[in-house]
């Protein structure tokens, strides 16, 4: 008899361990599987959204003679959120320059909307280019439509991928120092450590899919080096009236502006966004980017991760 309670015990145990497990890391649901499978991607679901994952981790790329991990600015996305009628798809291709319209005419053949094609740095080789798109459809139809497109991206030119560097005696990045100075966590990828704070402030919605973090609404840092030698990349998210004073902010903190674009059209309010890059001690940049924080959404952008 004990020995059977015994067992009993560690099954519950276990079922409800396989439970938490479940509640933490909510599956894909049946038809993202799907689109996971016909585009032979990985990706992951959570706040409503289906995120594929398009890294650019075949091609090494500097910026001012900095080497950049993937995950510091390379890691391309499409994303999908269910509609009231329809999925609304979303994305950011990186590319090179060669694969622009190559990629371009795939898209536009297939239905796919073109939103915007910008840079996110200067000084960057090979020169890299994101290339927004758009569309509303069936998860399947979305993932048939944009696939072509897909498949060109690192077939044309390839290029060798990111070796890993030698140890260092240097410290690493204070995570949680730079945490604290911007007034959000972050996630460690490698040797980056990215903040992204979403606009839950900007009310946005199409064909009835909230526009979220997740679907590109969203500020973020991204930084790589160590405490007293480091570079900063990242976008922000701003309202019409926000664009000069995030602008003179970042001037003021030394933080180099490389890009000011859109990545939607047509929408109300009208978001614009705004790439940005600089080098210098971690805490000094951290401080740039979390008073651009501060000209967002009267006095503070309030979001999650």
């Given at each position: 008899m004990r020995r059977s309670h015994l067992v009993f015990m560690m099954a519950s145990v276990?079922?409800?361990?396989?439970?938490?497990a479940r509640a933490q890391a909510p599956d894909v649901p049946a038809p993202y599987k799907d689109v996971l499978t016909l585009l032979g991607k990985q990706g992951d679901f959570k706040d409503g959204v289906l995120k594929v994952n398009i890294p650019r981790s075949d091609v090494?790329?500097?910026?001012k003679g900095v080497k950049t991990p993937t995950p510091f600015?390379?890691?391309g996305w499409v994303a999908l959120s269910k509609g009231t009628s329809m999925d609304v798809m979303m994305g950011d291709l990186v590319l090179l320059q060669d694969e622009v319209n190559p990629v371009m005419s795939a898209l536009l053949q297939n239905g796919i909307d073109v939103t915007a094609l910008h840079n996110h740095f200067f000084w960057d080789e090979p020169r890299m280019f994101y290339m927004h798109v758009h569309a509303h459809g069936a998860p399947m139809d979305l993932a048939r439509k944009v696939k072509p497109a897909l498949d060109l991206i690192g077939k044309s030119s390839p290029?060798?991928?990111?070796t890993a560097t030698s140890g260092s005696t240097a410290?690493?990045?204070?995570a949680a120092k730079l945490a604290q100075i911007a007034g959000h966590e972050g996630e460690q990828t490698g040797a980056v450590y990215k903040i992204t704070v979403g606009r839950d402030d900007v009310k946005l919605?199409?064909?009835?899919?909230?526009?979220?973090?997740?679907?590109?609404?969203?500020?973020?840092?991204?930084?790589?080096?160590t405490n007293d030698n480091a570079a900063i990349a990242g976008d922000v998210a701003m309202l019409a009236s926000e664009v000069t004073?995030?602008?003179?902010?970042?001037?003021?903190?030394?933080?180099?502006v490389v890009a000011i674009h859109h990545h939607m059209t047509g929408t109300q309010p009208a978001v614009f966004f705004l790439h940005y890059w600089g080098t210098g001690p971690a805490d000094k940049l951290a401080g740039g980017f979390r008073a651009a924080l501060d000209e967002l959404g009267h006095g503070g952008a309030k979001g999650a991760k």
């Open positions: 276990m079922a409800f361990a396989a439970t938490a090494a790329v500097t910026v600015g390379f890691g290029r060798p991928a990111p410290p690493a990045l204070d919605a199409e064909m009835g899919a909230p526009i979220n973090a997740r679907m590109g609404l969203n500020t973020w840092a991204a930084f790589v080096g004073p995030v602008l003179k902010t970042l001037r003021d903190h030394g933080l180099d």
